[in-house]
């Protein structure tokens, strides 16, 4: 353990209610007041920092300011994000380090800001400091760092960093300590947004990848039970037939998932892109190679598909592409959820200022309470006839992000235990999407 009173290192106490060295000037006490008042609208961590560099010259020496955070149950620390006025950084994003013997255990354990007032020196005595080496590289010459205390436990630290050597006393310390508790609080919320969303990025990446691998070998098991179906290589007795029959169905529903969570990775890895093509025919390019895609299933259960299209062909401006999956979506749950044995009715209607595609079936539809739950990421409808069919939420999810990129509108109707109807709506000529929208847009 470094002792406390060695030359170069200081820990500093917690100002009492009487220390004078928590009295500001007008000019800090200004500044702290903007930190604070301002602070927590930042949205990022890198907002937030890049906001407390500036803010805080007047009153204090920061050429560098780096937050770092607590892992593994507080035995490491990992740095997070750095803004210095300098160039190169070393030590940066991603770098760890175990506190164990380190003069950081001491801040961790106390509670106590520390101080080094002359890094260099502090090195020729702890030349296994790794972290302390980088930044006499860069170029720092003294530090301040003090603990992030949220709800009375230390969250990570704030590191202030100096050029010249003695940039820092214990009025700055105070000076941190007087806009500790926001500041900390602000740090953690930005730094939670951050692991939620590298979380979200890290779960989609790994859903794209594990949905990529299994659509090849799910692929050739479908080719296999054609082969075996066809009599290629020998005639099949009926019970084996029917066999083959459950297995192409349940190939067929892994087959439709994983085309699903391909779609939601490519959305949320931002590869969704709109390229709209001219002269689009609705029915020969999206609708009817969306209804050959579902036809086997809706064969299987005795469905009946009836089209409902325009006498002259309806064109378009769209990226086909993009609203057949919208189609094979809308078409897909109408098999799955109809009625066996019932009709699926598509329409395709072209008018001068939009173009609007309906998928109608017949089946046990939903309540009017249960519409606000449609289009949402993962979410299902939740009633008894609808649990028992598989679903995941995420093909009309989908749906709604491709037609938003269009411009367009979702919608759904339903008379419950009748029918349910789902339509898309896309304006002619494309209009972009609203800007900041968040929540899905229905008719």
């Known amino acids: 353990m470094i002792p406390v009173d060695f030359p170069a290192l200081r820990y500093v106490a917690p100002a009492g209610s009487s220390d004078e060295s928590a009295v500001f000037s007008p000019e800090e006490q200004q500044v702290l007041d903007r930190i604070n008042q301002k602070i927590a609208a930042q949205e990022s961590l890198e907002q937030l920092?890049?906001?407390?560099?500036d803010a805080v010259q007047p009153i204090l020496v920061a050429d560098r300011i780096g937050v770092s955070f607590l892992e593994e149950d507080g035995a490491r620390l990992v740095a997070h994000y750095t803004k210095a006025s300098y160039e190169p950084l070393l030590l940066t994003k991603g770098y760890a380090e175990d506190l164990n013997g380190s003069s950081l255990e001491t801040v961790l354990r106390s509670g106590r800001p520390r101080i080094i007032d002359d890094l260099e020196r502090y090195l020729a005595n702890h030349p296994s400091s790794a972290s302390t080496r980088l930044l006499v590289r860069e170029g720092?010459?003294?530090?301040?760092?003090c603990p992030l205390v949220v709800d009375g436990r230390i969250a990570g630290m704030l590191f202030f960093s100096a050029t010249r050597p003695h940039a820092y006393t214990e009025h700055h310390v105070r000076l941190h300590q007087a806009m500790a508790e926001r500041l900390s609080q602000a740090v953690e919320k930005a730094s939670r947004i951050e692991q939620l969303a590298q979380a979200n990025k890290a779960y989609f990446e790994m859903l794209g990848f594990v949905s990529h691998e299994l659509k090849s070998p799910l692929a050739s098991i479908m080719a296999d039970v054609s082969v075996l179906d066809g009599g290629y290589l020998g005639e099949m007795a009926p019970e084996q037939r029917v066999r083959l029959g459950r297995m192409r169905t349940k190939a067929d529903y892994l087959l439709n998932l994983i085309r699903e969570y391909l779609d939601l990775a490519r959305i949320e890895d931002g590869e969704l892109t709109i390229r709209p093509k001219s002269s689009v025919d609705l029915v020969k390019d999206i609708v009817e190679p969306a209804c050959d895609i579902v036809a086997p299933q809706a064969d299987e259960k005795k469905m009946r598909v009836e089209r409902k299209y325009p006498d002259q062909p309806a064109l378009a401006t769209c990226d086909p592409d993009l609203l057949k999956i919208v189609a094979v979506n809308f078409l897909g749950n109408a098999v799955k959820y109809g009625r066996d044995g019932g009709i699926v009715r598509v329409s395709v209607e072209r008018a001068p200022d939009r173009f609007a595609v309906a998928v109608w079936n017949e089946g046990p539809g939903f309540p009017a309470s249960q519409r606000g739950r449609l289009f949402r990421r993962f979410s299902r409808l939740d009633t008894p006839e609808l649990r028992k069919r598989k679903g995941t939420g995420v093909g009309l999810y989908t749906s709604w992000r491709i037609v938003r990129l269009h411009g367009g509108r979702v919608?759904?109707?339903?008379?419950?235990?009748?029918?349910a109807e789902f339509t898309f709506t896309v304006p002619q000529p494309l209009l972009s999407p609203e800007p900041g929208a968040q929540t899905p847009r229905e008719s």
């Not at 920092?49 to 560099?53: G, N, P």
């Not at 720092?140 to 760092?145: A, I, K």
């Open 49 to 53: 920092v890049d906001f407390l560099f």
């Open 140 to 145: 720092v010459r003294s530090s301040m760092t």
């Open 411 to 419: 919608g759904a109707t339903s008379q419950e235990g009748a029918w």
